[in-house]
């Protein structure tokens, strides 16, 4: 049916409001079915892709990799076609997750989101960069799934918007950075892992309560502690145990 095979798209140089991505390209009198969305770096590199405010993902997508939103901060609605095998945007929920199908990743993964998202409760993990750079999300208080188990590194790092968090105890392994430069975080309530990833909430220099929970057991290097610099420095008024 596509006899001269996929392709994948790299980059989005020219853009506009809404972004449907096509399922297929062409060039000369070849045609290729779009297969694969990023490569190992992010998709939206142009300053245009500031004005982008909604993506559409086609059936023919198998591959997502990190980073592919990362460069759109005013994006705020994210529908993954229904016809899609391996990705959905269930419940409406602005965001790209795999489902059963998926031979790349483990079913129930969040792999992008935006500052529109929310989490449906389905998702058992959240990729590597998954929320990176999302400014001004619209959440106050970012509450967990009581599935989740797994968060990869950085997958909210420099999210300004978040200032309640939750981690639940149902996590099994949290990657480093993962709130760093989150400086709108007032009340961290961390429940589990017992080992505390590096740098977890580094540059968030407005927490005033920091809960930690009877499971914690250590502390990696910089968890909850900045550089010298004033600059980078986290402060945190109240430390509470168990």
């Known amino acids: 049916m596509y006899p001269y095979g996929s392709a ?10 809404d972004v449907v991505i096509p399922e297929f390209v062409s060039n000369g009198n070849s045609e290729f079915r779009i297969e694969t969305f990023g490569i190992g770096s992010v998709v939206f590199t142009n300053e245009a892709s500031s004005i982008v405010e909604s993506i559409t993902i086609p059936k023919t997508i198998k591959i997502i990799n990190k980073n592919v939103l990362a ?36 079913p129930n993964t969040l792999i992008a989101g935006c500052k529109a998202t929310t989490i449906p409760n389905s998702v058992v993990e959240i990729g590597e960069n ?13 509450r967990l799934g009581n599935r989740l188990k797994f968060i990869g590194g950085s997958a ?6 978040i ?32 080992m505390m990833p590096y740098n977890a909430v580094w540059d968030c220099g407005n927490i005033e309560t920091f809960v930690l929970g009877d499971s914690i057991t250590a502390l990696s290097q910089n968890t909850i502690e900045g550089s010298s610099s004033s600059y980078y420095r986290t402060i945190i008024r109240k430390l509470v145990f168990g």
Not at 72 to 98: G, M
Not at 132 to 141: A, K, W
Not at 156 to 161: L, P
Not at 186 to 194: A, C, I, L, Q, S
């Open 71 to 106: 460069g759109c901060p005013n994006l705020k609605t994210v529908i993954v076609d229904s016809e899609n095998p391996y990705y959905d945007s269930r419940e409406s929920c602005n965001a790209i997750i795999t489902t059963s199908q998926n031979r790349y990743f483990t």
């Open 8 to 17: 994948a798209l790299v980059e989005i140089a020219d853009c506009t409001k």
């Open 156 to 161: 909210f790092q420099n999210c300004d918007g």
């Open 163 to 194: 200032k309640y968090l939750e981690i639940p105890h149902t996590i099994d392994t949290i990657g480093n950075e993962i709130f760093e430069g989150c400086d709108s975080l007032k009340t961290v309530v961390w429940n589990n892992p017992r």
């Open 130 to 142: 998954a929320f990176y750079n999302c400014h001004d999300m619209n959440i106050d208080t970012l």
